[in-house]
């Protein structure tokens, strides 16, 4: 069972982290047997913040190939993304 990203978790998502994502989720909870992505790495972080409720988040974009590139997005509490190394 994989916990909540906490404050702490989202100031580890910065350029060169690996991070996974799924799409497996029902009201913000993860679903039994979440598929998860390969590990892609972040290259650009564009945005960190906090929301109007005090929850921190950020934007990025993860490679995808040579050419191409994913944007993301994470906030305290969700349950969608893992890290799966920090960035050196």
Avoid: Q
């Amino acid at each position: 069972m994989t916990s909540p990203l906490t404050r702490a978790d989202i100031a580890r998502i910065r350029e060169g982290a690996m991070v996974i994502t799924t799409y497996d989720t029902a009201h913000g909870a993860l679903l039994p047997n979440a598929r998860w992505s390969e590990p892609r790495r972040v290259v650009e972080v564009f945005a960190r913040k906090d929301d109007i409720y005090g929850k921190a988040f950020v934007c990025f974009y993860t490679e995808f190939g040579e050419n191409a590139r994913l944007s993301g997005g994470a906030k305290e509490g969700d349950m969608h993304l893992r890290i799966v190394a920090d960035a050196p």
